[in-house]
């Protein structure tokens, strides 16, 4: 029974991180005070019905969360994960992202998916701009900067929506200086490197740059290093590899959060914890929604996740007449991909194969 407590926690790893994390700790009647008038944390999910009750334990060991009941849609759910490069102190406007990772869950075949989109892809951004064509990863900034309806995320969903071919129902975006300090308080995760690492230029808060060095083998990391680990460029498929080791660290503190200690630990710091990701955190995501989406999420198996990469078996790399840099989508072969990753064989189709308006 124990293992159903990390449930809500564990689907921002896959899902939502901090938010679904702090929804778990909205079950606390006197933390929810404290969240409710003190907290700027996502105003709209506080005002919500509070799906979780309490059940007094008859021993130590059993369960004291009631869950609510499992996301009971029958169709596919796809949910936009958005990681900004916003450092400790920065209040700027806009943001462009480092990460972004489309979590994809099946409800009817208990499958999930993680695909994640490198941020040079070329691009059209839907709105009034100066150019076409774009790097995918700045649709947040202009959304933002741009005052495009809904902001950053409602663009950045508009833009992969017309990318990829399908829905994006649910956006979550969090800043990476939230991350490093949940795995923190989460004791750290534990990964097993590839291949060594060596970055002698590794952007640094100051906007400097250190050397960051990381052997092959299980490594224990710690949430910095945990931060460059996916973060860091150097290395021989450059955006390829940092999306594939952004998805082991997804799924490193999914198995981390399984421990049940871990999860006392995270309620003892639930206040402090939330307090410090409350201006890191958005999305359009509904508390009874998370909730759902979350005890869905436990009950897929590890072997039913699976992962891609837009890599260079979807993209080829091009300089543009100013001389940027950019990846050009190879459409056919990501049209390929989209059937065999989003397909619902419910329907036979692909999962909502028209984009959301």
Do not use: C
């Amino acid at each position: 029974m124990m293992s159903r407590k990390f449930v809500t926690i564990a689907a921002i790893v896959v899902g939502l991180t901090a938010a679904a994390v702090g929804a778990s700790f909205y079950a606390y009647h006197s933390a929810y005070d404290y969240f409710a008038n003190e907290l700027t944390i996502l105003p709209e999910i506080l005002s919500q019905p509070r799906p979780i009750s309490i059940a007094t334990p008859r021993t130590p060991e059993e369960e004291l969360v009631v869950l609510p009941k499992a996301w009971d849609g029958k169709e596919r759910v796809n949910i936009l994960l958005l990681g900004i490069d916003q450092r400790a102190g920065e209040r700027e406007r806009a943001y462009r992202t480092d990460t972004m990772i489309v979590f994809t869950l099946d409800p009817v075949t208990m499958e999930a998916g993680l695909l994640s989109i490198p941020r040079d892809i070329w691009v059209p951004i839907p709105g009034n701009f100066d150019q076409p064509n774009y790097r995918i990863n700045q649709a947040n900034f202009l959304g933002d900067a741009y005052d495009y309806p809904g902001g950053g995320i409602a663009l950045a969903r508009k833009t992969v929506e017309n990318f990829l071919g399908v829905p994006i129902h649910f956006v979550a975006r969090i800043n990476f200086t939230a991350f490093e300090n949940f795995i923190d308080r989460i004791g750290g995760i534990t990964i097993d490197v590839p291949e060594p690492i060596y970055d002698p230029e590794y952007p640094t808060e100051d906007y400097g740059v250190e050397v960051f060095s990381l052997p092959a083998g299980l490594q224990t990391m710690d949430g910095a290093t945990a931060l460059k680990y996916a973060r860091t460029r150097h290395s021989q498929n450059g955006d390829f590899d940092r999306a594939r080791r952004q998805q082991q660290v997804i799924l490193a503190v999914r198995d981390k959060l399984k421990n049940p200690h871990t999860l006392a630990l995270l309620i003892a710091g639930a206040p402090e914890m939330l307090s410090e990701l409350g201006s890191s955190i958005k999305t359009d995501m509904t508390l009874d929604q998370m909730q759902q989406l979350a005890v869905l999420a436990q009950r897929i198996e590890r072997d039913k996740i699976k992962s891609e990469v837009l890599d260079q078996r979807y993209t080829e790399f091009a300089t543009t007449p100013d001389g940027s840099q950019v990846i050009i989508p190879i459409r056919s072969r990501i049209a390929a991909l989209r059937e065999r990753f989003f397909s619902n064989p419910v329907t036979g189709n692909s999962a909502l194969n028209s984009a959301t308006p």
